[in-house]
């Protein structure tokens, strides 16, 4: 076999499982969570951090509510992309941010994880997250308080979690 040929064959067997690859990726996500048609990717980042709960009196009970999250996001490369905070908010190092508000909820496709989510955003800044107008949150592990009950009004839980965030424009 020539040179060329084995060339020829490695590179069809790359592109195959880039083209498999991404399939299946496409598949993990549901219909649901994907953005309109028209938007561009800016990026997916791997977020690593906690969601802060606190504990809240509703009646005559007490439980656990969401606060915020605290996360660091980066990128393919282990480099510090943007800060994830209350708003929910995505501060990138650049200072451009993006406001996130819920439009689609689906559960975790793993026990214990928080959901899965499609945002709408509104940007700021002149930097990378400039023109964002769509976030999804998939890939979720961990992030999921374990009792709904609490004892003590104004108690916090910081619960580890990861999650990819895919910024689209």
């Known amino acids: 076999m020539t040179a060329w040929k084995v060339f020829d064959y490695r590179v069809a067997l790359l ?18 969570l994907t ?25 005559t009970a007490t439980e656990w509510r969401l606060k915020a999250p605290e996360a660091q996001l980066v990128d393919a490369n282990g480099a510090i992309f943007a800060k ?30 928080i959901s899965w989510l499609l945002l709408s955003a ?20 961990g992030g999921v308080v374990q009792s709904s009950a609490c004892s003590e009004p104004g108690a916090e839980q910081r619960v580890p979690y990861t999650a990819e ?3 689209y424009k």
């Open 165 to 167: 965030y895919v910024f």
């Open 122 to 141: 509104e940007s700021s800044g002149q930097g990378v997250l400039a023109g964002a107008r769509f976030v999804q949150r998939i890939k979720t592990t």
């Open 35 to 59: 953005p309109p048609a028209g938007v561009t990717a800016l990026g997916a980042y791997t977020a690593r951090g906690v969601q802060i709960y606190t504990c809240t009196a509703h009646g």
């Open 15 to 32: 592109v195959s499982a880039v083209l498999l690859a991404g399939t299946s990726m496409a598949q993990d996500v549901p219909a649901k």
């Open 84 to 113: 994830h905070y209350a708003g929910p908010t995505w501060e990138a190092i650049d200072g451009s941010k993006a406001i996130g508000k819920v439009m689609e909820i689906v559960p975790a496709p793993t026990a214990g994880a």
